[in-house]
């Protein structure tokens, strides 16, 4: 049987929408293909942005802000030493972009100006923390990337 150009022609066409279509396919059933976005609460919290973002304000008004240490025992905040220790309040979360199962989130309680995030709570790759806290009625947020 001969092949004239045409049927060639449509023969491509076919081979290449099956090829796209097996893709199509595969990134849709494929549970390793998920994205999720970064909160279950997304729309709410993008409601709440300005506020964030005032509080970052905030944050970059300090004299001294939050510095984050790597130690052997795990990460170490280390909060402003010109503040009362009673007087902050907060949270700390911690998020893992490659998977939402091991975010987690540590209330700010503090003996010293430190507060030590546990080696055995962190595993090895990317994560976003995020310290949202107050003084003396004013709130404050620091944010930052890190590799662990």
């Given at each position: 049987m001969k092949i004239n150009w045409g049927t060639g022609i449509v023969i491509a066409f076919i081979a290449f929408i099956?090829?796209?279509?097996?893709?199509?396919?595969?990134?849709?059933?494929?549970?390793?293909?998920?994205?999720?976005?970064v909160t279950d609460s997304y729309y709410e919290e993008e409601l709440q942005y300005q506020s964030s973002i005032d509080k970052q304000r905030n944050a970059q008004k300090l004299t001294e802000n939050i510095r984050l240490t790597h130690t052997n025992s795990g990460i170490q905040i280390k909060f402003p030493s010109a503040f009362d220790i009673q007087k902050i309040k907060g949270n700390v979360f911690l998020y893992r972009p490659s998977n939402k199962q091991f975010d987690f989130e540590i209330p700010i309680s503090l003996s010293h100006h430190t507060l030590l995030i546990p080696d055995n709570r962190?595993?090895?790759g990317r994560w976003n923390i995020q310290v949202d806290w107050s003084y003396n009625n004013t709130d404050y947020l620091f944010k930052e990337e890190i590799n662990y």
């Open positions: 099956s090829f796209i279509m097996y893709f199509i396919v595969n990134m849709n059933v494929q549970s390793k293909y998920d994205h999720d976005l962190l595993l090895d």
